[in-house]
């Protein structure tokens, strides 16, 4: 029996396979699949939830900002390997900066 090996004209699926259908494409980490919205949101996000998601944004940003100077770095790893709940860098200083925010 011969093998066939496919080969995709792309790497990557993004999105809505088209705008008629509610399934969608997935990709994580290096895994592709395609899933399907069972249900999808209809209504608009409230205050509440604009705020809670402009509040991680800027933690996000700030964790960015100081995983990018090397000095706030240095300080940060100092204190990451001072404590054993967060596994990754990044992980910590985002809670860190989101509780900040609170």
């Not at 011969?2 to 509610?22: D, M, R, V, Y």
């Not at 608009?44 to 100077?69: G, V």
């Not at 967060?86 to 989101?98: C, H, I, P, S």
């Amino acid at each position: 029996m011969s093998q066939i090996k496919l080969e995709a004209p792309f790497t990557a699926f993004k999105g809505k396979i088209c705008k008629h259908t509610n399934i969608i494409y997935k990709q994580l980490r290096d895994t592709q699949f395609t899933s399907q919205i069972c249900n999808p949101r209809t209504k608009p996000y409230s205050e509440e939830e604009l705020a809670r998601q402009a509040k991680f944004k800027n933690a996000a940003a700030a964790a960015k900002a100081i995983m990018a100077d090397p000095t706030q770095r240095a300080t940060a790893e100092a204190d990451f390997n001072v404590q054993t709940k967060y596994k990754t860098l990044y992980g910590f200083l985002l809670a860190r900066e989101y509780a900040k925010l609170a």
